[in-house]
């Protein structure tokens, strides 16, 4: 079991930066494939990025790619999300994922357990 608690979300304006925290429960951290993903409202999840157990690979939804940078800290049992230049379209609840499934995806079919979410508001 693996508890994940989101942090780092809050109103802001366009143009500014946010890095949201994900601190997971338990020692074998470096073993899952951390994910964050997005739902805005009245849409559906989305996928936003994804990085390795060693943090050596990411991946990143297209549209998000050279703005969000996702990395971790194993010995602190953390993965954060740099977001930077945000947009009002960036406006959603931020969720963290844990995988156990490789190789590392963007299906969060594939991830096995997920924090609560931490909100991000970007106003224009």
């Known amino acids: 079991q693996v508890q994940l608690v989101e942090s780092g979300g809050g109103l802001v304006q366009a143009g500014a930066s946010l890095r949201l925290s994900c601190a997971a429960s338990g020692r074998t951290f470096s073993r899952y494939v951390m994910g964050w993903f997005r739902q805005a409202p009245g849409k559906e999840r989305e996928f936003v990025a994804a990085?390795?157990?060693?943090?050596?690979?990411?991946i990143y939804a297209d549209s998000l790619k050279g703005r969000f940078i996702i990395s971790r800290d194993n010995a602190k049992n953390t993965v954060y999300l740099q977001m930077n230049t945000l947009k009002p379209e960036d406006t959603a609840v931020y969720y963290c994922a844990a995988s156990t499934s490789i190789p590392i995806s963007p299906r969060d079919d594939k991830y096995d357990y997920w924090g609560q979410g931490t909100q991000v508001t970007v106003s224009s």
């Open positions: 990085v390795s157990g060693s943090g050596s690979y990411a």
